[in-house]
């Protein structure tokens, strides 16, 4: 079964440290994809970053990167020089590439990210 | 300007009723999407249309319909409204079906 794994909650970080977000995923397929979205406090969501199962360098985009791990099954997010405009709801998500719906994101519940100044 | 146009952006309907969601996409995009949000639970699948065609359905109920008038364009019917249909519906769309999706701002619904 197709499943996206968030285990924490929340997280509170001081501004300008470095926070890890973690995220698990169980696919039956050997090709997939997998992204990290944020939704802010006006509810938008906006995409950060992908990684494509096949690819064995870790993404990264600006201040995000991610720490892919597939034997582990695991995609955490690592965002570097946090700011006070990175407070927001982060999800993680996977798209199957071979079997099942290919058109379908699957989430997980989110991690809440508060940044202190 | 935004890329992706969601109205109204909030709904309040009573049970038995009907509305309609609407969504354009300003990013020359082929493949569009209907995502929900309700509390507590993950953001959920509900259709994908590619080239005005419907892809995928995932939604249990008939009540809900989408609606693809132009290329652009997706729109959400939801008839017989129901209290559990309070959420917040997102329209996404991608280049292709293959491709990172991109979402709207979202029209949150609240059933009474």
């Known amino acids: 079964a197709q499943k996206v794994t968030q285990t924490q909650t929340s997280i509170s970080v001081m501004e300008k440290t470095t926070v890890t977000m973690d995220c698990v995923y169980e696919t039956q397929d050997s090709s997939y994809f997998l992204f990290w979205y944020k939704q802010t406090a006006s509810g938008e969501i906006v995409f950060l970053i992908r990684q494509d199962s096949y690819k064995k360098e870790n993404a990264t985009v600006g201040h995000y990167s991610l720490n892919f791990q597939k034997p582990k099954s695991s995609i955490g997010l690592i965002i570097t020089a946090t700011q006070i405009e990175d407070s927001a709801v982060y999800f993680c998500?996977?798209?199957?590439?071979?079997?099942?719906?290919?058109?379908?994101?699957?989430f997980g519940l989110g991690t809440t990210l508060q940044v202190q100044p | 300007d935004p890329k992706i146009i969601q109205k109204p952006k909030y709904l309040v309907a009573v049970t038995g009723s009907e509305k309609i969601l609407i969504c354009e996409q300003y990013?020359?995009?082929?493949?569009m999407y209907w995502y929900r949000q309700s509390a507590k639970k993950p953001l959920e699948f509900m259709f994908s249309?590619?080239?005005?065609?419907?892809?995928d359905n995932q939604t249990a109920s008939s009540r809900f319909q989408p609606q693809s008038s132009k290329k652009n364009h997706l729109d959400l019917q939801i008839t017989a409204l129901k209290p559990d249909d309070s959420a917040t519906y997102f329209c996404a769309s991608s280049q292709d079906r293959g491709d990172t999706q991109y979402f709207g701002p979202g029209t949150r619904l609240l059933v009474l």
């Open positions: 249309y590619s080239y005005q065609k419907l892809m």
């Open positions: 998500a996977m798209r199957e590439l071979i079997t099942g719906n290919t058109r379908k994101l699957i």
């Open positions: 990013l020359g995009h082929n493949a």
